[in-house]
């Protein structure tokens, strides 16, 4: 059973506009979470994360926000631009236990120009 | 710095046999850890080494093994290879280990098993 899970495998933007990624988790043990950008052929890259102590953080055109009771996160990204285009993964941890990391199955973002 | 580096990049075996995998972490990270990337399955974590030992560990069979050299390097070793077990392997460093630090990850190991 998925812990982690992101439900729209594909979304696509126009350029300018706003994308929305979302993630679920199950596990009320995690208490941080990360949102990693992956492109063909390349590891992921690391783009922002959320402790539980928080509902929200913002970095540049990036901004994350938890909502506990729900057990969901979601990524805003504004405006999008076509270099986004990319695989997001949603992760989350237990901080306790380190990084055993994990992952969503990744939602993949076009931005159409 | 140099990133994460991960050898070899491309990689064909067939069933039964075993396979090596490297990794190379960022120059000072002493963590390092290891997932799987399968289709529709995103990143399963394996395990993770700090200081030469194991410190965490996924679900995986007992065929995916691991070990982290003194100079932090480390190497993933899976024996008795199985179809399913084609997949992107990476590995990801930082600096401590601690829940809130940064992974950074390396462009991945692709693992074809025929």
């Known amino acids: 059973d998925q812990q982690v899970k992101q439900n729209s495998p594909s979304l696509s933007v126009q350029e300018g506009r706003i994308s929305i990624l979302n993630c679920d988790y199950t596990n009320s043990m995690f208490d941080y979470f990360l949102w990693y950008k992956k492109y063909p052929a390349e590891g992921p890259t690391f783009l922002i994360s959320i402790s539980s102590i928080k509902d929200k953080n913002e970095d540049g055109r990036f901004t994350v926000f938890l909502n506990k009771s729900a057990k969901h996160l979601s990524l805003h990204i504004v405006p999008s631009q076509p270099g986004d285009s990319a695989v997001y993964f949603c992760?989350?941890?237990?901080?306790?236990?380190?990084?055993?990391?994990?992952f969503g199955p990744g939602t993949r973002l076009s931005v159409l120009p | 710095k140099a990133g994460v580096t991960q050898t070899p990049r491309y990689l064909i075996k067939t069933r039964g046999q075993q396979v090596t995998l490297s990794c190379s972490p960022i120059?000072?990270?002493?963590?390092v850890s290891w997932y799987q990337q399968t289709p529709g399955q995103g990143l399963q974590f394996l395990f993770e080494y700090f200081s030469e030992t194991q410190r965490n560990k996924g679900n995986f069979p007992g065929r995916f093994s691991g070990r982290q050299f003194s100079n932090s390097r480390s190497e993933m070793n899976v024996s008795t290879l199985e179809l399913g077990d084609s997949a992107l392997y990476l590995c990801?460093?930082?600096?401590?280990?601690?829940?809130?630090?940064?992974?950074?990850f390396g462009p991945g190991t692709r693992l074809t098993v025929l």
């Open positions: 120059s000072g990270h002493r963590s």
């Open positions: 990801a460093s930082s600096p401590s280990g601690q829940g809130t630090d940064t992974q950074y």
């Open positions: 992760a989350a941890s237990a901080m306790y236990y380190g990084q055993n990391f994990v």
